[in-house]
């Protein structure tokens, strides 16, 4: 490490050591293409190496639902979207993910319900995006 000297090495070094010896932690790419059961089992993989719990994040089952949502796959997205609902019952931002789904799927019975929810968990909560689910829920609600 030529750049370095003998106050910035410790630094540098322990960066690296870090780096290295968690290098599993983070999610390949390709898993997340391979869907939900596999991004699971990354992290009840990762769980019993370092003896802790790490869940699937709510944020990175998002992106996967609206992977699927971009590419015009909505049942999948739904189903996705529903999972992140059951896992995360108290984020306003699944509501509005699946709300979106709904929507998207011409659902807007269920697309209003869920805006609805994803309103009243945001107050409670006090979401900054709040307004974005009011205006989703305005726009199906008209």
Excluded at 64 to 73: F, S, T
Aim: net charge neutral; charged share 25%; aromatic share 12%.
């Amino acid at each position: 490490m030529e750049k370095e000297n003998h106050g910035t090495i410790p630094y540098v070094s322990l960066f690296y050591g870090l780096q290295f010896v968690f290098a599993d932690w983070q999610l390949p790419q390709e898993k997340l293409e391979s869907g939900l059961a596999t991004i699971d089992n990354h992290y009840k993989t990762v769980s019993k190496k370092y003896g802790i719990t790490q869940i699937t994040p709510e944020g990175l089952i998002n992106v996967l639902g609206y992977r699927k949502l971009q590419v015009g796959d909505t049942e999948a997205a739904i189903e996705i979207f529903s999972e992140n609902v059951k896992r995360y019952p108290d984020s306003a931002n699944v509501y509005d993910s699946i709300g979106e789904a709904y929507e998207k799927n011409n659902q807007l019975d269920l697309a209003k319900n869920n805006y609805s929810k994803a309103c009243k968990i945001g107050e409670m909560n006090k979401d900054v995006n709040l307004s974005v689910y009011r205006k989703n829920y305005e726009r199906v609600n008209r």
